[in-house]
């Protein structure tokens, strides 16, 4: 059974950085995508940044993008989330999620295995 566990999370000021983690549990992971997403108060869940299997191809929101790096280490079955040059919007709860194929998806339905996630607050 796949068991995805986030950490990492916290309050921190903007322009601040954080990384977060992602532990992965269940199977070998090298194959398959893997995404960050997030849902910020009263706002719908949406897709953040995600990493190809195999090939480690990244696509990011646009809103993230320059300021957050993803990256992966099949060895350890971990997911990262480099997030720097924090900005209050970026306040949300943040989830790790896996799918079963090795391409990218920027679709919240294409991700079968979700973790608990874990709380960003970032204070202007």
């Known amino acids: 059974q796949v068991h995805l566990v986030e950490s990492g999370g916290g309050l921190v000021q903007a322009g601040g950085s954080l990384r977060l983690s992602c532990a992965a549990s269940g199977r070998t992971f090298a194959r398959y995508a893997m995404g960050w997403f997030r849902q910020g108060p009263g706002k719908e869940r949406e897709f953040v940044a995600t990493i190809s299997g195999l090939s480690s191809t990244t696509v990011y929101a646009a809103s993230v993008k320059g300021r957050f790096t993803i990256s992966r280490d099949d060895a350890e079955n971990a997911l990262y989330l480099q997030m720097n040059s924090l900005k209050p919007d970026d306040t949300a709860v943040y989830y790790c999620?896996?799918?079963?194929?090795?391409?990218?998806?920027?679709?919240?339905?294409?991700?079968?295995?979700w973790g608990q996630g874990t709380q960003v607050t970032v204070s202007s």
């Open positions: 999620a896996v799918r079963n194929g090795y391409a990218t998806s920027t679709s919240i339905g294409n991700y079968e295995y």
